[in-house]
């Protein structure tokens, strides 16, 4: 399962992830779950969701080879976004059976503006923009 992508959205209080793999690495069975971009199709092989981390947490997973699961008690050690992201590589693991070391590319919404209205590959350039507009969104923009 090798050059997956995870795509990552932390906000103040929740982490959003999903992790894709290229459609052209699957089968023809697999084709009905593919998402199209403008440079590639990909399909959805995993999720996770957890929300009200530093109050009541609450945890999803959903995985290709599994269904939905419940929080399941899975949020009972969600302190942080750290202990979020850790839950999660657990489920990866044991829920979906992939390997972290899989992952070639990692992505992260980050709020930006100005003269960027598409997504931008974080250059010395861009992150030095995007620094100059965190106060436009202190809590996403930093990197």
Known sequence: MASLILAVNAGS????????????????ADRHDTVS??????????SCSVTSIFSSPKFSFSGHSSPRLPD?????????HA???????????DGANIDAADIL?????VVHGGEFHDPVVIS??????????????????RL
């Open 105 to 109: 590319y990692v992505c992260h919404r």
């Open 124 to 141: 010395e350039e861009s992150y030095q923009h995007i620094e100059r507009l965190s106060d436009l969104a202190p809590l996403y923009a």
């Open 37 to 46: 971009t403008t440079d590639s199709r990909v399909v959805l092989i995993a």
């Open 72 to 80: 399941g008690g899975d949020a009972l050690c969600i302190r942080d």
């Open 13 to 28: 209080s929740s982490l959003k992830i999903s992790v894709f793999r290229l459609a052209s690495r699957l089968g023809p």
């Open 83 to 93: 202990t979020a992201f850790s839950r999660f590589l657990d489920h990866l693991k």
